[in-house]
C-alpha cells in the first residue's frame, strides 16, 4: 500500500470514529425530541378540545366540526364522551354515536378526573397506539372527557425520517472529508517520499 493510502486509511479512521461519536447522540436526541413533541402537541390540543367541549356538549353538531378539525389538525382520531362514557363526538364520523368507551383505562382515568397519556394496543386496529385523555371539566365537575389516539406506527416513521436525514448528512460529511482526506495525505506523501529517495541515495 502507497503512503497516501495509508494516510488516507488513517484519515478516515479517524473521520469515522468522530462522525460516529458525534451522530449517534444526535439520532437518539432527535428520536426523544419527535416523541416528546408529539405527546406534548396531543396533550395540548386534547385540552383545547375539553376546554371548548365543556360549553358545547348540548349541541351534536358544533362538538362533531370541533373534534373532526382537531383530528385533521393532528392527524389522529379525537372523541368526546358524556359523564357516563358513552360517545358524543367522533372525528372517524358519527356512526358511532353514543357507544360506550368506558370501559377503556385511558378514558375511565379521565372520567375520574385524572389525565393519562401513553401506548397500548389497539385489538381494534391491529396495532400500537399512543393515546392521551383528559377530563372535560363544567364548573369545577367532570362531565366527560377527549381522548386524541395516534398510530405509533406513524410517530416511528416520523423519527426514521429523520434520522436518515442524520445519517445522509453524515455520509455526506464523510465523502467531502475523504476527499479532502485525500488531496492532504498527497501533499504530505510528496515531501516524505522524496525525503524517502534522498535518503536512500545517501545510504547508496
Not at 34 to 46: L, M, R, T
Not at 89 to 110: F, I, K, N, T
Not at 116 to 128: M, P
Not at 147 to 159: I, Y
Amino acid at each position: 500500500m502507497s503512503l497516501r493510502l495509508r494516510l488516507l486509511a488513517a484519515f478516515a479512521y479517524v473521520l469515522v470514529l468522530a462522525l460516529i461519536a458525534l451522530e449517534i447522540p444526535l439520532a437518539l436526541s432527535l428520536s426523544s425530541r419527535v416523541d416528546s413533541e408529539v405527546k406534548v402537541q396531543a396533550a395540548s390540543q386534547a385540552q383545547v378540545v375539553a376546554a371548548a367541549a365543556a360549553a358545547r356538549r348540548g349541541d351534536p353538531e358544533q362538538l362533531q366540526r370541533l373534534v373532526t378539525k382537531a383530528g385533521r389538525d393532528l392527524g389522529a382520531r379525537v372523541i368526546v364522551v358524556g359523564q357516563r362514557g358513552r360517545l358524543l363526538a367522533d372525528s372517524a364520523g358519527p356512526g358511532l354515536r353514543q357507544e360506550p368507551y368506558a370501559d377503556r383505562p385511558e378514558v375511565a382515568a379521565a372520567l375520574a378526573g385524572r389525565s393519562e397519556q401513553g401506548r397500548r394496543q389497539s385489538d381494534t386496529l391491529g396495532g400500537e397506539l399512543l393515546y392521551t385523555a383528559v377530563p372535560v371539566f363544567d364548573q369545577g365537575r367532570t362531565v366527560g372527557a377527549v381522548r386524541v389516539t395516534q398510530s405509533v406506527t406513524a410517530v416511528d416513521d416520523r423519527v426514521r425520517r429523520n434520522v436518515l436525514v442524520v445519517v445522509a448528512v453524515g455520509l455526506a460529511a464523510l465523502a467531502l472529508g475523504l476527499a479532502l482526506a485525500w488531496v492532504l495525505a498527497g501533499s504530505l506523501a510528496r515531501p516524505l517520499k522524496a525525503l524517502a529517495q534522498t535518503a536512500r541515495r545517501v545510504e547508496d
